[in-house]
């Protein structure tokens, strides 16, 4: 059973840090590009950053770029987003997600393998 954890979630005040965490199991990590997705109230869900599958390669959304980073732990089975300088509009509920195929987002989105996913406030 393909299981996709998020954890790391939380109220920070603008301009603070948090590393958001992905735990996965029920497939071959390693052979899976992985992403970060974000939903705000009442938008889309939309692609903040996803990682290759060995980690050599990662891209961004412009509202990411040189704020968030993406990394992937295939020993254990876990990807991690470090998200720095936060702000309010940061504020979504995020999601990891998984696919077999490629970096873009018409991939993640063409995936079952996504999880339920961790609520991130950015608020004073």
């Known amino acids: 059973q393909v299981q996709l954890v998020e954890s790391g979630g939380g109220l920070v005040q603008p301009g603070g840090s948090l590393r958001l965490s992905c735990a996965a199991s029920?497939?071959?990590?390693?052979?899976?590009?992985m992403g970060w997705f974000r939903q705000a109230p009442g938008k889309e869900r939309e692609f903040a950053a996803c990682i290759n599958r060995g980690g050599s390669n990662t891209y961004y959304a412009d509202s990411a770029k040189g704020r968030f980073t993406i990394s992937r732990d295939n020993a254990k089975n876990t990807v991690y987003l470090q998200m720095n300088s936060l702000k309010p509009e940061d504020t979504a509920v995020y999601y990891c997600?998984?696919?077999?195929w490629g970096a873009g987002s018409a991939n993640f989105k063409s995936s079952d393998y996504w999880g339920q996913g961790t609520q991130v406030t950015v608020s004073s």
């Open positions: 029920g497939f071959t990590f390693s052979s899976y590009y």
């Open positions: 997600a998984a696919n077999p």
